[in-house]
């Protein structure tokens, strides 16, 4: 680009605002970072929970905002109730104290950070409703959704919720929101959801813009080197042989049963492969422990973290599988360094990645063995 056009365009400002969870921050951040690579100026503003480290990006302008609402002079966001894990609450809060000083008339993009296929599922629900697939019956699981193949009811991204009513007014506003844009910016691109963007963009009539994966094309990545304990797992990682590690690590948000947990110790134990698992605060529901002498018994052979620096660990060449929940940016992350993947999904999203994955996994098989 010329120098005259770059210049032209530091006048234009890019504003951002990211839902405050690392799932949603981290492609936010690195889409930040191509804006400002292409001439843009750019200034992410933040709820001061969850609040990136403007250190790290000092490229951008940094603001944050602070809820306002008379008479409650505390950010609703720091209240007890309010948990990363409880996305309604969050989602709630977002939309009674922030939502306000963006009615201010200028374009807006939308960036969606699933995958365009969840948001085909979501897209469907007043279609679902209508047709019995929801709410969920236990004995529907198993069948396919005949209007949204591959996906059987059981992937279809529903998250457990006392109020049902409220989770479909949540993606109705999330659809009619991105359909009264100026337009949708998708953390994918056409190789991988050509079929799914089409079909969405005859329904949104929106321009679509996949500039995906993000990460690729980002200056601006969220997590650098700089602990102690990313050093560690290097210098462990460097240590095991080319393709033989399994990654194991759920994304920011999931949080599974004792059981689960204890499952997936004895799997990893199992499977006689060296390991590296993240065990991040809050993954556990319940009591986070392992059985006695279990470590003991593991040696050197697994490596237990509270968190990693996800793309340096998936691109090492060690690295021989990812046992990941399907959160869209481990699945893409995974898909760009070319590593197999073992699917444990969560929740929402992350149910319909898994059966596209899994599919496209069959299918590289039958041509391997045709
Ligand atoms: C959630 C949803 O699962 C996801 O589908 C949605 O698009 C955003 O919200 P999350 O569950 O956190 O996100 O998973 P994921 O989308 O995979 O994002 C996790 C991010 O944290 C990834 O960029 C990953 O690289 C990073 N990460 C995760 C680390 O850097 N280190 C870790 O130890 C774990």
Redesign the pocket.
């Known amino acids: 680009m010329r120098k005259k056009e770059m210049e032209e365009r530091r006048e234009r400002r890019i504003i951002m605002f990211p839902l405050p969870?690392?799932?949603?921050l981290?492609?936010m951040i690195e889409l930040a970072g191509i804006f400002h690579h292409r001439g843009f100026s750019v200034t992410i503003l933040h709820t001061s929970f969850n609040s990136p480290d403007p250190s790290r990006h000092p490229r951008f302008t940094f603001r944050t905002i602070h809820h306002n609402k008379e008479g409650e002079e505390q950010d609703p966001l720091s209240q007890q109730e309010v948990r990363a894990m409880d996305l309604f609450a969050l989602i709630r809060v977002m939309k009674q104290s922030y939502a306000e000083p963006f009615q201010v008339g200028v374009p807006r993009v939308v960036l969606r950070?699933?995958?365009v296929a969840?948001v085909c599922a979501f897209a469907a629900f007043p279609l679902l409703r209508e047709k019995g697939y929801l709410p969920i019956q236990d004995y529907t699981l198993d069948d396919p959704v005949i209007e949204l193949p591959p996906l059987k009811v059981k992937d279809l991204p529903v998250i457990e919720t006392k109020d049902p009513e409220e989770l479909y007014r949540i993606m109705k506003d999330m659809v009619e929101g991105a359909k009264s844009s100026s337009g949708v910016i998708w953390n994918t691109f056409e190789d991988l959801e050509r079929l799914q963007l089409i079909d969405l963009s005859r329904n949104f009539q929106v321009p679509f813009f996949p500039i995906g994966p993000f990460?690729k094309y980002s200056e601006d990545l969220?997590?650098t080197k700089n602990n102690k304990e990313d050093y560690a797992i290097t210098d462990w990682l460097d240590k095991q042989e080319p393709k033989s590690v399994v990654y194991a690590?759920?994304?920011?948000?999931?949080a599974i049963e004792e059981k689960e947990f204890l499952e997936i110790a004895w799997g990893l134990r199992n499977s006689e492969q060296p390991f590296l698992w993240?065990v991040?605060p809050g993954l556990v529901r319940g009591v986070e422990w392992l059985p006695c002498g279990f470590m003991e018994n593991i040696g050197q052979k697994g490596k237990i973290?509270k968190?990693?620096?996800?793309?340096e660990?998936?691109a090492h060449p060690s690295l021989g599988a990812f046992w990941?929940?399907?959160?869209?940016?481990?699945?893409l992350?995974s898909i760009c360094e070319g590593i197999p993947m073992i699917c444990t999904p969560?929740?929402?999203?992350?149910r319909v990645?898994a059966r596209y994955i899994v599919r496209c996994m069959a299918s590289w098989d039958n041509v391997g063995t045709k």
């Open positions: 969870l690392t799932g949603h981290n492609p950070t699933t995958s969840s990460h969220p997590s690590s759920f994304g920011s948000l999931a993240v991040r973290v968190w990693a620096n996800q793309l660990v998936l990941t929940h399907c959160g869209w940016n481990s699945t992350e969560c929740f929402t999203d992350q990645s």
